[in-house]
């Protein structure tokens, strides 16, 4: 391959057409037009889009549009005199202030967004959900469908007579009563990868590494105020039913805890005081005078006898 015929391939932008370049009011013109008035300011630069075809650059005055450009081409005809517009937008420079890259809803939504009225479809293939169980499939056991799968099930055990130890047939209505009953009659449940998820989020927030849980005196597994959650998450997770605890009505870990622990503090019992004895039945004697110490009565007055005055 010759030198000519790589450089013939090799893409490179021609140089402006002088007409077109030339072209600075025309350009000028067609941008104050789009713009309101007094939004278009000085010719910045321009670039060479193709043969005869120039576009010119205007910065932009807007204060809402800061570092953007009036972005007009012209072109012209070959061997044509008269240049032509071509068209006139609005582009973002370098540092122009640009609105931040579009997220779809489902990325942007976090916890605590929806509100009263609000809907949040699941898709159909969640990672987060599986199929549960709802006995939609199985036949009623009356059913023409029942019975003919009963005959089938006899003609498969007269046919096979290696199997001798089949399981018991278990009755169909039974099993969806108690499915029922377990609250397993659901199109879809938690699956491991959503089981794990929820996990982790609750961990994080009530969890053995939250301050709270490291100045706690004991962890939630020994305390009272703590209502175990059915299911596999039974054995690391439960709900706090202390009101006066931080984390009162929410999920907790076992190893989360909180200075509202049962068994914490206790507060011993106020002694008893000792109920007051009062006796009516008995009259007590006191002296209205000093009682001598040797003899026990009371000194005689100057003037008289001696009176015993204790007695009433």
């Not at 009356?142 to 047939?169: C, F, H, K, Q, Y």
Request: glycine share 8%; net charge negative.
């Amino acid at each position: 391959m010759s030198a000519a015929t790589t450089r013939s391939r090799t893409a490179r932008t021609p140089a402006p057409d002088r007409l077109c370049a030339e072209a600075v009011d025309l350009a000028r013109e067609a941008a104050e037009e789009a713009a309101a008035p007094g939004e278009v300011g000085e010719h910045v630069s321009l670039v060479s889009e193709g043969d005869r075809v120039v576009t010119h650059y205007f910065e932009c005055l807007d204060p809402g549009y800061r570092g953007w450009r009036w972005a007009v081409t012209v072109a012209r005809a070959s061997r044509a005199k008269k240049v032509t517009l071509d068209e006139t937008v609005l582009l973002p420079g370098s540092d122009a202030l640009l609105a931040p890259e579009w997220v779809p809803w489902s990325e942007r939504l976090r916890p605590g967004d929806m509100g009263p009225g609000d809907l949040l479809p699941t898709q159909a293939e969640d990672p987060r959900l599986e199929p549960g169980y709802t006995g939609e499939d199985e036949p009623p056991p009356n059913s023409v469908i029942a019975e003919m799968s009963e005959g089938i099930a006899d003609l498969v055990d007269v046919e096979d007579a290696e199997l001798t130890n089949r399981p018991p047939e278990v009755n169909r209505g039974a099993i969806a009563s108690v499915a029922e009953e377990l609250g397993a009659r659901r199109a879809r449940v938690l699956s491991r990868y959503g089981l794990r998820m929820a996990a982790e989020r609750w961990d994080e927030a009530f969890g053995p590494r939250t301050p709270m849980a490291q100045a706690a005196p004991a962890s939630c597994v020994t305390c009272a105020f703590l209502l175990p959650v059915a299911g596999s998450l039974r054995q690391a997770f439960g709900v706090c039913a202390n009101e006066f605890s931080p984390a009162d009505g929410r999920v907790v870990s076992l190893a989360y805890g909180c200075g509202g622990h049962s068994e914490a503090a206790v507060m011993p019992k106020p002694p008893k005081p000792v109920p007051h004895a009062l006796d009516t039945m008995r009259v007590d004697e006191y002296a209205l005078r000093p009682v001598d110490d040797d003899s026990g009565s009371v000194p005689a007055r100057p003037d008289g006898p001696t009176e015993d005055l204790g007695h009433s």
